[in-house]
Protein backbone atom coordinates (compact mmCIF):
# COMPACT_ATOMS: atom_id res chain seq x y z
CA UNK A 1 0.00 0.00 0.00
CA UNK A 2 1.42 3.34 -0.74
CA UNK A 3 1.76 6.05 1.10
CA UNK A 4 1.83 9.89 0.68
CA UNK A 5 2.62 12.56 3.56
CA UNK A 6 3.00 16.57 2.42
CA UNK A 7 4.44 19.19 4.36
CA UNK A 8 5.47 22.48 3.94
CA UNK A 9 2.76 24.26 3.72
CA UNK A 10 1.56 27.11 5.45
CA UNK A 11 0.89 31.14 5.38
CA UNK A 12 2.75 33.35 3.42
CA UNK A 13 2.83 36.93 2.41
CA UNK A 14 2.10 37.51 -1.77
CA UNK A 15 5.28 37.46 -3.24
CA UNK A 16 7.09 35.24 -1.01
CA UNK A 17 8.23 31.46 -1.33
CA UNK A 18 7.27 27.92 0.15
CA UNK A 19 8.60 24.59 -0.59
CA UNK A 20 6.38 21.44 -0.59
CA UNK A 21 8.00 18.10 0.46
CA UNK A 22 6.05 14.79 -0.71
CA UNK A 23 7.07 11.69 0.74
CA UNK A 24 6.57 8.18 -0.29
CA UNK A 25 6.48 4.71 1.20
CA UNK A 26 5.16 1.34 0.13
CA UNK A 27 6.50 0.96 -3.34
CA UNK A 28 9.33 1.67 -5.84
CA UNK A 29 9.11 5.13 -6.08
CA UNK A 30 11.79 5.30 -9.04
CA UNK A 31 10.13 3.95 -11.27
CA UNK A 32 6.80 6.35 -10.50
CA UNK A 33 5.29 9.32 -11.65
CA UNK A 34 4.57 12.03 -9.18
CA UNK A 35 2.57 15.31 -9.55
CA UNK A 36 1.18 18.14 -7.32
CA UNK A 37 -3.19 19.02 -7.73
CA UNK A 38 -4.34 22.21 -5.61
CA UNK A 39 -8.06 22.64 -5.09
CA UNK A 40 -9.29 25.82 -3.76
CA UNK A 41 -12.66 26.33 -1.58
CA UNK A 42 -15.92 25.96 -4.03
CA UNK A 43 -13.42 24.87 -7.31
CA UNK A 44 -12.52 21.68 -8.57
CA UNK A 45 -8.79 20.00 -8.01
CA UNK A 46 -6.36 21.92 -10.69
CA UNK A 47 -3.25 20.28 -12.06
CA UNK A 48 0.33 22.09 -11.08
CA UNK A 49 2.57 19.90 -11.61
CA UNK A 50 4.57 16.52 -13.19
CA UNK A 51 7.67 14.79 -13.55
CA UNK A 52 9.05 11.57 -14.45
CA UNK A 53 10.42 8.72 -12.72
CA UNK A 54 13.51 9.95 -13.82
CA UNK A 55 12.87 13.60 -13.41
CA UNK A 56 14.24 14.72 -16.70
CA UNK A 57 10.41 15.43 -17.80
CA UNK A 58 8.61 18.37 -16.18
CA UNK A 59 5.58 19.41 -16.99
CA UNK A 60 3.27 22.46 -15.63
CA UNK A 61 0.18 23.97 -15.66
CA UNK A 62 -0.12 27.25 -17.31
CA UNK A 63 -1.38 29.50 -13.63
CA UNK A 64 2.07 28.17 -12.28
CA UNK A 65 4.59 28.09 -14.93
CA UNK A 66 7.77 30.10 -14.32
CA UNK A 67 6.84 30.44 -10.68
CA UNK A 68 6.65 26.57 -9.61
CA UNK A 69 9.51 24.23 -9.59
CA UNK A 70 8.92 20.58 -9.21
CA UNK A 71 11.83 17.77 -8.57
CA UNK A 72 12.68 14.91 -6.95
CA UNK A 73 15.38 12.83 -4.88
CA UNK A 74 14.50 9.11 -5.55
CA UNK A 75 16.92 8.34 -2.82
CA UNK A 76 14.79 10.19 -0.51
CA UNK A 77 11.09 9.24 -1.65
CA UNK A 78 10.43 12.44 -1.91
CA UNK A 79 9.34 14.96 -4.80
CA UNK A 80 9.03 18.45 -4.08
CA UNK A 81 7.75 21.74 -5.42
CA UNK A 82 9.02 24.72 -5.03
CA UNK A 83 6.88 27.91 -5.26
CA UNK A 84 8.13 30.89 -5.61
CA UNK A 85 6.33 34.82 -5.84
CA UNK A 86 3.44 33.12 -4.52
CA UNK A 87 -0.10 34.66 -5.52
CA UNK A 88 -3.22 35.16 -3.53
CA UNK A 89 -4.92 32.98 -6.02
CA UNK A 90 -2.12 29.97 -4.77
CA UNK A 91 -3.86 29.76 -2.17
CA UNK A 92 -5.36 26.08 -2.09
CA UNK A 93 -4.92 22.65 -0.32
CA UNK A 94 -1.94 20.80 -2.37
CA UNK A 95 -2.34 17.06 -3.01
CA UNK A 96 0.43 14.97 -3.91
CA UNK A 97 -0.30 11.96 -6.51
CA UNK A 98 1.59 9.21 -7.42
CA UNK A 99 0.93 7.07 -10.48
CA UNK A 100 2.67 4.77 -12.86
CA UNK A 101 3.22 7.56 -16.16
CA UNK A 102 2.86 11.00 -16.32
CA UNK A 103 -0.49 10.93 -18.26
CA UNK A 104 -1.63 8.97 -15.90
CA UNK A 105 -0.99 10.99 -12.97
CA UNK A 106 -2.28 14.11 -14.99
CA UNK A 107 -5.38 12.31 -15.21
CA UNK A 108 -5.74 12.15 -11.86
CA UNK A 109 -5.26 8.42 -11.69
CA UNK A 110 -2.78 7.34 -8.50
CA UNK A 111 -2.67 7.58 -5.09
CA UNK A 112 -3.06 10.42 -3.29
CA UNK A 113 -1.75 12.14 -0.34
CA UNK A 114 -3.65 13.87 2.39
CA UNK A 115 -2.98 17.37 1.47
CA UNK A 116 -1.11 20.77 2.96
CA UNK A 117 -2.99 24.00 3.35
CA UNK A 118 -1.24 26.58 1.27
CA UNK A 119 -2.35 30.31 2.51
CA UNK A 120 -0.87 33.60 0.68
CA UNK A 121 -1.83 36.78 2.41
CA UNK A 122 -1.39 40.05 1.05
Known amino acids: QVQLVESGGGLVQAGGSLRLSCAAS????????MGWFRQAPGLEREFVAA????????YYGDSVKGRFTISRDNAKNTVYLQMNSLKLEDTAVYYC???????????????WGQGTQVTVSS
Open 97 to 111: ILGSSVPLVRSQLGS
Open 26 to 33: GRTFSTVA
Open 51 to 58: ISWSGDST
